[in-house]
């Protein structure tokens, strides 16, 4: 082959290679079992033109690879599975945050490694992000109950375990709470109620519905409320700081559970976690711009 003809092929090539840049990055390296493992992908286009990102010919044009401890591939929990497709203007770039957790079986202890990658169906090439690593471990179980789910409710008859579980960091401590149904396997939601003093233990108590109040300090004098639901709702959240009494769990005649004492800081009626899904859901929509 000419030097020239060499060169020329060599070009294109690396060309080829660059048309898409896929990135993805991890908030923190450790996490516990069923906890919401949220990837950030990041798609540049640079093609020097509009692209069409789309499957074809049974190939989805987004995945993930992942494997375990050993090695061992860890499959997607649903199969056949398509995409939107996507368009991506010339030197543009469209970002996304993915929960992996419904998507793959990463609840198990170990360590897994993850990329990304892109199929071009116009060049029939895959292009791929670098691999990152996280790791699951264990937490410590702090306070655990089981209840029934009143009548009249959706579900009504069955059951949910509420655990609250506390995990060490290298800079601090989190709590977290848990909401399954241990009869089925089913886990409705894992998530971090925030940081904890390790000396402090957690109040917990339930309401007449066998709703979830929590109490916890955060910080010397600051402390937490949260009401959690049965499917794992963060119902309400609230600060309170120690004035003249710590503030502690009451229940009133009536059922109701409320913080007695301290003083009231903030308050959110409804948050962004209302409505958390299972972990068999559907993540969220795949990439849009900016």
Known sequence: MKPMLFAACFFLAVSARAQIQVDLKLPRLQYIAYEPVVAKLTITNLAGRSIDLRDSEGQTWFGFEITGSEGQPIAPVTLNKSEVPLNIPAGKTVTQKINLTPLYA????????????????????????????????????????????????RASGNTRTYSLLSNRFPN??????????????DVYATYSLGRIIGFEEPQ???????????????????????????????????AF??????????????????????????????????????LSARPPEMPKDD
């Open 241 to 278: 700081t120690e004035s003249k009494t710590r503030p502690r769990l009451r229940h009133a005649s009536d059922g109701a559970v409320i913080v007695f004492g301290g003083t009231i800081e903030a308050s959110v009626a409804e948050s962004a976690r209302t409505a958390i899904p299972k």
């Open 172 to 185: 601090h401590t989190a709590l977290y709470v848990r909401v399954e149904d241990k009869s089925t396997g």
């Open 204 to 238: 917990a108590e339930l309401d007449r519905a066998n709703q979830l109040h929590i109490l916890h300090c955060t910080a010397p004098r600051n402390w937490i409320y949260s009401r959690v639901g049965l499917n794992g709702e963060l119902l309400a959240r609230s």
């Open 106 to 153: 990463v609840h198990d202890f170990g360590a897994y490694r993850v990329r990304a990658h892109v199929y071009f169906a116009d060049l029939s090439k895959f292009f791929y992000s670098q691999t990152k690593v996280f790791q699951v471990t264990d937490a410590r179980l702090v306070w655990q109950k089981t209840v029934g789910i009143p009548e009249g409710s």
